[in-house]
C-alpha cells in the first residue's frame, strides 16, 4: 500500500496518522465530532484509489468506521486491543491518542499487526440482537430481585421462587397493597410495570432471533447436531465461533469464550482457578445453560455431568459441558466453513 494509517477511536475524536511511503510524508490530526458524516468528508481526500489501508482497535466504534473505510474504497484492518498493547512493549512516556495512532500505523506498515475477525454485517446484526436480548433477560432478573428485596426490607411474607411465574403479578399486587408501605407498594409497581414492558420485548426479540437462526446455515445445522443446544444457543455459537479458519484448534475456541480455567501468573491479582470472565457474555451465558441440559437422566451425557457434579457441583459439572459444546460446535462450524455465515 502507497499510504498506511493508524486512527485511535474514542467519542469525541477520531485521531489519525498516515504515512506515504513514496513522498515519506506523515499525516497527523483530528477529525471531530467522531461520527459518519465528518468521516465521510475527511475520506473524500482519498476518493478513486485503492492503495490506502488504515488500521483501528477493535473497540466501541470500530463498526461505522470500518464500513466508512470500506465505502470509501480504503481496506481497513481492526487490530486486537490487548494483543496491540502488549506489542507496544513497556511505556517510556506518556500515553496518548497521538502515539496510539502512530503505533497502529508503524504496526499496519511491519506487517506485525495483531488482526480481528471482521464478521459480516449480517453477523454483526444477529450479535447485536443477541446482546439486547442478553441485557433485557438481565433487566429482568434485576427487577425481580428488587421486588424480594422490598418484601424482605419491610418484613413482608416472602413470596418464594417464582412468585411472578406461579401466581402472577395481581396476586404480588395484592400481597404488597396489604404488607408494604406507600412508598413500598410503588416501587413493586414500578417494578412489575418494568417486568411487563421487560418481558413484550424479549418476546418480540426473541421471534427475530428465531427467524434469524432458521435462515443461518451454521446455527441449523448445530442445533441439529448438538444435544441442548437450541435456537438461540445455536445462533450465539455460529455468529461467535463461525467463519474460515477462526480458530486452528478448538482448545482456542474455549479461551476465546473464556470457559477455561485461569492459572497462576505472577502479574495477576486474582486467585487462580476461576474463569477471567472476559470474552462474550451473551455466548458463555447461552453455552453454560445448554450444558445444564445434562443434568436431565436423558441425556447423552448424563453420566458424567453426573460424576462431576457429585465429585464437585452441578455449576462445575455445566461448565464442563458447555466447554464440550464450544469444541464440537468449532469442529462443526469448522466443517462448514464461510458457508456457515452465508443466508439461506
Not at 32 to 59: T, Y
Not at 132 to 152: C, K, P
Request: glycine share 8%; aromatic share 6%; with cysteine.
Amino acid at each position: 500500500m502507497t499510504i498506511v494509517g493508524g486512527v485511535d477511536i474514542h467519542r469525541k475524536q477520531l485521531t489519525f496518522d498516515y504515512l506515504d511511503t513514496v513522498t515519506g510524508q506523515v499525516v497527523r490530526g483530528q477529525v471531530a465530532p467522531a461520527d459518519r458524516e465528518h468521516l465521510r468528508g475527511w475520506l473524500a481526500r482519498f476518493a478513486g484509489r485503492d492503495d490506502v489501508a488504515f488500521a483501528m482497535e477493535g473497540c466501541t466504534g470500530w463498526r461505522y468506521v470500518a464500513e466508512e473505510l470500506a465505502a470509501a474504497g480504503v481496506a481497513a484492518h481492526v487490530a486486537e486491543p490487548a494483543d496491540t498493547a502488549f506489542a507496544r512493549g513497556r511505556k517510556r512516556h506518556a500515553k496518548t491518542d497521538r502515539t496510539d495512532a502512530r503505533h497502529l500505523r508503524q504496526l499496519l506498515a511491519e506487517g506485525r499487526l495483531p488482526e480481528c475477525w471482521v464478521p459480516p454485517a449480517q453477523v454483526m446484526e444477529c450479535r447485536a440482537l443477541l446482546e439486547l436480548y442478553n441485557d433485557l433477560r438481565r433487566e429482568h432478573t434485576a427487577w425481580t430481585q428488587r421486588i424480594h428485596a422490598v418484601f424482605f426490607h419491610q418484613g413482608a411474607p416472602r413470596l418464594g421462587e417464582g412468585a411472578l411465574r406461579t401466581q402472577g403479578p395481581e396476586l404480588v399486587r395484592a400481597a404488597s397493597a396489604a404488607h408494604l408501605s406507600a412508598a413500598g407498594r410503588l416501587q413493586v409497581t414500578t417494578a412489575l410495570d418494568m417486568l411487563a414492558c421487560i418481558e413484550a420485548r424479549q418476546e418480540a426479540l426473541r421471534r427475530q432471533l428465531l427467524h434469524a437462526a432458521r435462515h443461518l446455515p451454521g446455527a441449523k445445522v448445530l442445533a441439529e447436531r448438538i444435544y441442548g443446544v437450541g435456537p438461540v444457543t445455536a445462533l450465539a455459537l455460529a455468529c461467535w465461533l463461525g467463519g474460515a479458519g477462526r480458530f486452528s484448534s478448538s482448545r482456542k475456541a474455549v479461551r476465546f469464550a473464556d470457559l477455561d480455567i485461569t492459572v497462576w501468573s505472577s502479574d495477576r491479582k486474582g486467585p487462580p482457578g476461576r474463569l477471567s470472565r472476559q470474552g462474550p457474555p451473551v455466548l458463555r451465558w447461552t453455552v453454560y445453560e445448554a450444558g445444564k441440559t445434562h443434568a436431565r437422566s436423558s441425556a447423552p451425557d448424563h453420566a458424567y455431568y453426573a460424576a462431576v457434579a457429585d465429585r464437585k457441583n452441578a455449576k462445575r459439572a455445566a461448565l464442563s459441558e458447555a466447554r464440550k459444546i464450544i469444541r464440537q460446535a468449532c469442529h462443526i462450524l469448522a466443517e462448514l466453513g464461510d458457508d456457515a455465515l452465508t443466508a439461506a
